[in-house]
């Protein structure tokens, strides 16, 4: 018993300081928002603001033109890009774990095939097929080559594979179609799932900087990570602007993620049975 005590007192101690470890970049580009860019760069290694200023958010709300717009943008895409995986993805999923069709075998594999493929190999060819198309500094060649992903069509696969059948032949009994079935009674008990999806899906989107490097040359059409660097110039970065917009830029990732939280672990669960 003292054995298994002492234990978990170890482990204790090590995510401690390992939370320690990694909240410490956070918390020091948070007090560097609060710094005016001489005391940022003056190489004194100071934790708090000594001379503590809001300039740095009035500059980037008030007198950066584009700022608004670069926030605009970057929520369009990332819900747009959030809501239709969390719908495309679950449809092949289930389609995947519970349907009968010709190939279905063969589409599996193929989506295991892609999860091995490193996103970095498909940019060129997304690049030259938006730009065939006419899609290049649109919201539309932002959206839909990120609107389905295979790990996550792989994830939901592993979840509907765990679902209990009882469930939709009751279902079936009461009149409802294989439509129905997923609308109204899958969907609704996949919120786990659905949850842990939209989160990282989300931070995935949000996060983005180099597809949008690609594809967008309008500086109105940036996104935030693409905006954040027009603060960096060949002889001076104005580091406590990034850092201010910094800030901005990772309050919605965190609400979204303490929001969902409590699903990660219902998630992990339920996906991570049998194949």
Do not use: C
Not at 42 to 69: A, H, M, S, V
């Amino acid at each position: 018993m003292t054995k298994i005590s002492g234990l978990k007192v170890l482990l204790y101690v090590l995510l401690t300081l390992y939370a320690i470890v990694t909240l410490i970049p956070f918390l020091w580009a948070l007090s560097a928002s609060f710094k005016p860019l001489t005391e940022i760069v003056g190489g004194e290694p100071n934790f708090l603001p000594k001379n503590f200023t809001l300039d740095n958010y009035r500059q980037i709300f008030l007198q950066e033109p584009l700022f608004w717009r670069w926030l605009f943008n970057s929520v369009v895409i990332a819900v747009s890009v959030t809501l239709l995986n969390l719908l495309l993805n679950s449809m092949a999923g289930y389609a995947l774990a519970r349907l009968r069709f010709v190939g279905k075998r063969f589409w599996f594999f193929l989506i295991l095939a892609v999860l091995a493929v490193p996103a970095q190999i498909t940019l060129i060819p997304t690049f030259l097929i938006l730009k065939a198309i006419g899609w290049l500094n649109s919201y539309q060649g932002m959206i839909v080559p990120s609107m389905v992903n295979a790990t996550f069509i792989f994830m939901m696969r592993q979840f509907f594979v765990n679902f209990p059948k009882e469930l939709e032949e009751a279902a079936q009994l009461d009149g409802l179609n294989t439509f129905g079935i997923f609308r109204h009674i899958v969907l609704p008990l996949a919120k786990p799932a659905l949850a842990a999806q939209a989160v990282f899906v989300f931070m995935g989107s949000w996060n983005n900087f180099l597809l949008p490097i690609v594809i967008l040359f309008d500086p109105e059409m940036f996104t935030l990570p693409l905006g954040l660097n027009t603060f960096k110039g060949q002889y001076i970065s104005y580091w406590n602007y990034i850092m201010a917009a910094s800030m901005v830029f990772t309050l919605p990732a965190l609400g979204i993620y303490a929001f969902f939280n409590r699903y990660f672990i219902q998630s992990v669960t339920f996906t991570g049975g049998k194949g």
